[in-house]
């Protein structure tokens, strides 16, 4: 299944878009460039369906479209099983010979609310069944488009408008769920995660998902200068750091069996690579909060767990012993 | 055109459905189970795994993802169909307007049961009543013989290109859905061409060409975009356009397969049962009016002008037909199955009496909240209600316009 496809600079720069230019994306918007990424690694026809969200409602707004190719958006929560609907039909009309016979991909993209919280029943369904699409979870760790209220998918301590750094609780308590683990728990063919930094690996990883005979998730991180208070520049430095410091590893999941990425894979042998948080949380005004002496401590708390997940998903890697 | 030889199985109403479903050359099946709905997925799930269909049945899980499912297979050109009751229906609600709104022309059976709580699996309406202004058009069926040819027509309705909309079939929780019936099924072929092959309307895409409307790689358009203020008014009004169109294609698409089948249900919209000379009317739909028919005749026995109306397409809301049915009558009983709680009566009574204010015929017009949570309705109640409206002409007064019958008061 793996693609030996390898992309260089010039294909990339040389592959007609998909998703067009004149969308109302903000300025250094993470996801517009993780879709942008993800729709070069398209092989061949393909029908794309969205949940609502952010690039939902910037990539299109009557009589306007950014998409050049078939797209549906229904719902919020069922975009998976939007996915499942096009892949049936794909398949039974082209068995009876009411479209054209060649194969035509199914791309589903959802965020983060749409996939760790209101989507993930749907979701959990399709992959069950054994849907042949790639889901591509954008996830800019909040409901950005509604205005930056927290998700499951927001990680511990960063203030949103549902959970703000107040006087007494410093941002959100609850601790990022590990949506990718859940679908590999499912027991699907392919999941990885990626990071828009590295391009390659990521347009690499939405090929493979696409090539895979039935279900795939690809976990993409996607900062988001509106709701993580950042500059619209560093983008892509903390799409960066945020894997030199293990909070987001990138790694690949193929039949259940975990693999690290390269950059990752670097850090594993060679510990020392490995960058404190602090660094990352700082540069991000969602976490400014924490950089007082009364919450300084929550600093800590998110070195502790992002060690103790770096430290399972080494021992998934079998990589335990040279960490 | 001649009418087809038929054979006559023992169906119950969900059989009868499942049939019509295997027939139809549908594409895709999307559906969860739900009682009293289930036996129409286990019969369909019967018909995949024996290779009697060439249908992608998905076993989703939740009705919200059975719709979705649907949504989507029909936008890439698919001809589908799902099927639920009650609370799944309720689930779907978000759904049915985002099907109604992108113009997919889904076919489902709604098998009526009553909505929680408290829980209970038996008839009433409420299920489908709250769902009447959603856009989908709604076809209620008397018996299981309608259900079998009412599933058929719904393709045919869905899928005109002038209509392009959803509709549901509602057929009464156990009284027709698990209750056998003789049912005559018109032979596959006959079925197969009368359905035909799906219809596309043909729309100018954002790229400037005419093109099939559904996802199709070689003519990319755009479906369910952002629609504010600018353009969403619009297209509103022109869905509605599309369902003021469907009492006509109803009506068409009725009486061709009444050539083919032989069988006719009023007008396709509305059924007159000795209406022509009636003095008091009741007005229903559903399994109840075979109910009500029995007691018509009986009091027309006794020399009592007794009529009903059943209206069989409630959405569209064949309005000019109802307006023409009741217009000798002089007291009309307007039955419903589900409650508008806070309301003044339930949803038909609201119809019936809101047209016929523009009317210029002014009959008695009282409601009968009735059945609810599958409470029997023998001929004695209907009975009390002919009575009722024979007392209103005699004392030309209403005491109460809205009432509950058959429970304890």
């Known amino acids: 299944m793996t693609s030996e496809y390898e992309f260089t600079a010039k294909d990339i720069v040389e592959k007609p878009e998909i998703l067009m230019s004149g969308h109302r994306a903000c300025a250094g ?56 609907g096009i892949e049936a039909a794909l398949k039974v009309l082209r068995r009876k010979g009411r479209i054209k016979d060649e194969h035509v991909d199914v791309i589903a993209f959802a965020g983060d609310g749409g996939t760790f919280d209101i989507g993930i029943q749907a979701l959990s369904g399709a992959v069950e069944r054994g849907h042949d699409f790639l889901y591509v979870l954008y996830d800019n760790e909040a409901y950005m488009n509604t205005g930056i209220q927290r998700s499951g998918g927001t ?40 990071s828009p930094y590295y391009w390659k690996d990521l347009i690499t990883k939405a090929r493979k998902g696409i090539e895979v005979d039935g ?65 990352y949380l700082q540069m991000q005004g969602r976490f400014r909060h924490l950089f007082t002496p009364k919450f300084e401590k929550v600093i800590d708390e998110i070195q502790r767990i992002t060690d103790k997940r770096w430290q399972r998903l080494l021992k998934k890697c079998e990589m335990a012993q040279t960490a | 055109m001649e009418v087809a030889k038929q054979k006559v199985l023992a169906l119950n109403g969900d059989e009868a459905v499942a049939y019509a479903v295997k027939q139809s050359d549908v594409d ?57 009751a009650s609370a ?16 997919a022309p889904v076919v489902m059976a709604v098998v009526n049961r009553a909505l929680s709580a408290p829980i209970n699996i038996h008839c009433d309406h409420s299920d489908s009543m709250v769902e009447r202004d959603c856009s989908w058009i709604q076809l209620y069926a008397e018996n299981s013989q309608e259900v079998y040819d009412s599933i058929i027509q719904a393709f045919r309705i869905a899928e005109n290109p002038e209509i392009s909309l959803p509709v549901m079939v509602g057929l009464d929780g156990f009284s027709l859905s698990h209750t056998l019936e003789n049912v005559q099924v018109l032979p596959d072929d006959v079925v197969r061409k009368f359905v035909g092959t799906r219809q596309f309307p043909f729309i100018k895409g954002h790229e400037g060409k005419t093109v099939p409307f559904k996802l199709d790689p070689e003519n990319p358009l755009s479906m369910g975009p952002l629609d504010l203020y600018d353009y969403y008014f619009e297209h509103k009004r022109q869905q509605e356009e599309a369902m003021q169109k469907a009492p006509k294609v109803i009506q068409q698409v009725h009486d061709e397969y009444a050539q083919t089948s032989g069988r006719r249900y009023g007008n396709g919209l509305i ?44 959405r569209p809301l064949p309005v000019e037909e109802i307006i023409k049915a009741l217009e000798n009558v002089k007291a009309v009983a307007v ?22 204010y523009d009317a210029h015929i002014h009959p008695y017009v009282v409601n009968y909240i009735y059945g ?20 209103i002409l005699q004392t030309r007064r209403v005491e109460k316009p809205v009432k509950f019958i058959g429970l304890r008061e």
């Open chain 2, 335 to 356: 039955m419903d199955r589900s409650l508008s709680f806070g309301g003044y009566g339930g949803a038909v009574f609201h119809e019936i009496r809101h047209i016929l």
């Open chain 1, 215 to 279: 279900p795939a998730f690809l976990h993409v991180i996607a900062p988001c200068p509106r709701g993580w208070r950042y500059d619209t520049d560093k983008t892509i430095e903390i799409s960066r750091l945020v894997v030199e410091n293990c909070i987001f590893p990138l790694w690949e999941a193929i039949d259940g069996e975990y693999q690290l990425t390269e950059p990752s894979q670097a850090i594993a042998l060679n510990p020392q690579k490995k960058k404190p948080v602090r660094e």
């Open chain 2, 28 to 84: 895709v099946v999307s559906a969860y189970p739900i009682t009293p709905q289930t036996i129409i997925v286990e019969r369909f799930s019967e018909y995949v795994a024996n290779g009697e269909v060439d249908t992608e049945f998905i076993c989703v899980e939740s009705e919200h993802s059975a719709l979705s499912a649907c949504l989507t297979a029909s936008a890439t050109g698919a001809r589908v169909f799902t099927a639920t």
């Open chain 1, 29 to 84: 918007c993470g996801p517009a460039t993780a879709l942008r990424l993800v729709l070069k690694a398209v092989r061949g026809p393909t029908i794309i369906t969205h949940a609502t969200g952010c690039m939902e409602v910037v990539s299109t707004i009557y009589p306007y479209t950014a998409w050049k190719v078939p797209w549906i958006h229904t719902a919020f929560e069922n975009v998976a099983a939007n996915a499942s």
């Open chain 2, 271 to 314: 059924e007159r049962y000795n209406l022509e000379d009636a003095e008091i009317a009741a007005v229903c739909l559903g399994s109840t009016a075979g109910t009500v028919k029995t007691v018509v005749d009986e009091l027309r026995a006794e020399g009592v002008k007794a009529g009903l109306l059943r209206i069989r397409t409630f």
């Open chain 2, 88 to 103: 799944g229906l309720a689930l779907m609600h978000e759904i049915l307007y985002v099907t109604s709104g992108c113009r």
């Open chain 1, 155 to 194: 990680p511990h301590g960063a203030a949103t408008t549902t959970s703000p750094a107040g006087s007494v609780i410093p941002g959100k308590p609850e601790y990022k769920k590990p949506i990718a683990d859940i679908m590999v728990a499912h027991g699907m063919p392919y999941v990885a995660t990626a």
């Open chain 2, 372 to 391: 609810l949570g599958g409470r029997d309705t023998p001929r004695n109640l209907i009975h009390k209600i002919y009575q009722d409206l024979q007392k």
